[in-house]
């Protein structure tokens, strides 16, 4: 219990350590890895707090590892097992990547307006103009929009693919095919469990910079990674509002943070656990007395059934990588989907 309170005490005081804001300069800070990852063939060893870079012409490459790269504040890049991109611009402005191998996914919580993304494969290009969920796989030359919107350029034409729709790149014509944008595997599921601890990480930060003179840092409207100490990472702090991942859980700006949080003792409620329902009253047989303000607590929302669990692959047979297990954290263990 003790520990616990020290760890609370930690997580929600102010600090100087929490005062740092990644000052987003250029794209490609390499965020978290997960087994073999390598830089123009040299292996990444990750060390605490230091992230190394993709810089422009290098190599960003997974064997049995999978990585997770910040780019413009609010877009994640994650490569699965055995692929590989290519920084040919690491500029906020004009972001762009070369797909070389195997598969990517793309969360875009955010596209400031300042800020581009585009990826390049073989005489295609594909811009993300939008918030959304992308997956590129460079064998099959394929596009997946889980939800978004992408620009498609290529010799074949143009073509804006929308949410729910699968295109093949190296067709004579680009036209879209449909897919179940519930249907998930392990990479995707990866995916899922990356964007819930960030969100973790977002809410303290958050929560933080609500209550703190850091909230200054956010007064001119602009979005930022934020770096979180206690959880080891950085976090996406929107800058307004609240941003819901495609995978479920929520990223709060600091004025929406301060408007929302419950204190801790008050976070259990009826509803199946914490955040859910109403804060029972200690001094009653439960719920808020009739004198309680109301709540302003959003909904939470659930992720893809299929997404936490288990699996046994799933995803679209032949395209996407299904049934492997996962590697299992910085310390080299594997784990499981």
């Known amino acids: ?13 102010v600090s100087p350590a929490w005062a740092q804001q990644a000052i987003s300069a250029r794209s490609g800070m390499i965020h978290y890895v997960e087994g073999d990852v390598t830089i123009n063939g040299s292996a990444i060893h990750p060390k605490f707090a230091e992230f190394p870079e993709v810089k422009n012409g290098e190599l960003l490459s997974t064997q049995e590892g999978r990585a997770e790269v910040l780019l413009t504040p609010g877009v994640f890049l994650r490569l699965a097992e055995n692929s590989s991109v290519r920084m040919l611009s690491n500029s906020l402005t004009d972001t762009r990547l070369e797909m070389v191998s195997g598969s990517a996914l793309i969360e875009a919580g955010e596209l400031l307006p300042d800020n581009a993304i585009t990826f390049e494969m073989e005489g295609t290009r594909i811009g993300i103009p939008k918030r959304g969920l992308y997956r590129i796989d460079a064998a099959g030359r394929r596009l997946a929009v889980f939800d ?34 519930k249907t998930t595997d392990p990479f ?45 990472m950085y976090t996406y702090v929107p800058a307004n509002g609240v941003y819901w991942s495609p995978f479920g859980p929520a990223f ?18 009826y ?67």
């Open 1 to 13: 219990m003790r520990y616990g309170c020290a760890l609370l005490v930690a997580i929600f005081g």
């Open 148 to 181: 978004g919107q992408a620009l498609i350029t290529s010799g074949a034409g143009k073509m804006r693919a929308k949410k729910g729709q699968l295109v093949a790149l190296d067709s004579a014509t680009l036209s879209p095919s449909k897919f179940d944008v």
């Open 188 to 232: 995707y599921r990866w995916n899922g469990r990356r964007a819930q601890y960030i969100a973790a990480a977002n809410v303290a930060s958050a929560r933080v910079a609500a209550n703190s003179d850091y909230r200054s840092s956010f007064s001119g409207g602009a979005s930022a990674w934020n770096w979180n100490p206690w959880f080891g």
């Open 252 to 269: 709060y700006s600091p004025r929406m943070m301060g408007s929302v949080y419950l204190p801790q003792r008050q976070m259990w409620g």
């Open 271 to 337: 509803g199946g656990g914490p955040y859910g329902g109403y804060p029972r009253n200690p001094g009653g047989p439960g719920g808020l007395p009739p004198s309680a303000p109301a709540m302003s607590m959003p909904p939470m929302r659930r992720g893809p059934p299929a997404m936490g669990g288990p699996g046994s692959g799933g995803g679209f047979p032949g395209r996407f990588p299904g049934g492997a297990p996962s590697p299992g954290g910085r310390s080299g263990g594997r784990g499981g989907n």
